[in-house]
DNA sequence: GCTTGCTCCTGTAGTGACTACAGGTTGTAG
DNA sequence: CTACAACCTGTAGTCACTACAGGAGCAAGC
């Protein structure tokens, strides 16, 4: 398989899987004898979850961290638990604060309609730190 | 106040206000005798916004969109109502997929039992195609 | 055997939203 | 007067890609 195969197999941009390894995150693959790059279904597997794990938000060290501990199956898992959790906490502060802003919006698109003057409190409601 | 005054109250680093500047999200300060640029309250609210709009995962365009919605002059009622619907909808989109983050890590989270990671829930949904 | 066109290669540069640093000026406290 | 903090401009680095230039390999059709 070269990477033009890998790339539809796993709906990853060619370029994004050079990136990919030049970032350490996929193996440097073996080559054929004109140069191009040899790929094989442990590849498509490890990509399907690089871009999982990227599409959650983990950043690339995040995938490095979660990659080397996949490869340790007798180690503990509280370090996959920990980023897990880190980034569920993200996840679910900028809920909070997207729920508030669309209270805001569809308030002020509410009372445009009824044709009232909408005092615009966007700044208001950004600046209500839900901390 | 001055530039630094504006960082601490703000909380934003003196380098990304100069930057929001050549950015055209904040204006372009009054300057003293010396050069240095002058701020007042209005900005440190106006910084205010653009930080929780960014962190809400905005972009800049977005954000220059919302601060001129914010600053429609009450006659436009229409045209502010189409902004803020148009904002609506990219709000909804963004909660929809935060919603779908959130319950996938928190499942991941959940089932974790924190023993070795062969048995990784978190490991292994990542390793689980979402589709 | 030659041309066309696809896929691949490397290397560099661009993107957005910062962030850091170099090298210089101004303001203030001891 | 000196030390040092705060400011200035301008450029370069970061992350995670993405795009492109310029070239090579290969397969099919003429």
Redesign the interface.
Same mark, same amino acid.
């Given at each position: 398989m070269q990477i033009g195969d890998l790339s539809r197999h796993a709906g990853v941009n060619i370029e994004t899987i050079r990136y990919y390894e030049r970032a350490g995150v996929l193996p440097v693959p073996a080559r054929q004898g004109n140069g191009r790059r040899i790929y094989g279904e442990a590849d498509v597997?490890r990509l /399907?979850?690089i871009r999982? !794990?990227r599409?959650? /938000?983990f950043d690339l060290q995040s995938v490095r961290t979660?990659l080397a501990?996949?490869e340790?199956?007798? !180690? %503990?898992?509280?370090d996959? %638990?920990r980023?897990?959790?880190a980034? *569920?906490d993200e996840?679910?502060r900028?809920?909070a604060?997207?729920?508030s *802003? =669309?209270a805001e919006? %569809?308030r002020?698109?509410a009372e445009? =309609?009824k /044709?009232v003057?909408?005092e615009?409190r966007?700044?208001e409601a950004?600046?209500t %730190?839900p901390f």
């Open positions: 597997r /399907g979850f999982h !794990a599409d959650l /938000g979660l501990l996949q340790q199956p007798e !180690a %503990s898992c509280t996959a %638990s980023i897990a959790q980034q *569920l996840v679910e900028r809920l604060q997207l729920q *802003l =669309r919006l %569809s002020m698109v445009c =309609r /044709g003057v909408a615009c966007v700044i950004l600046n %730190s």
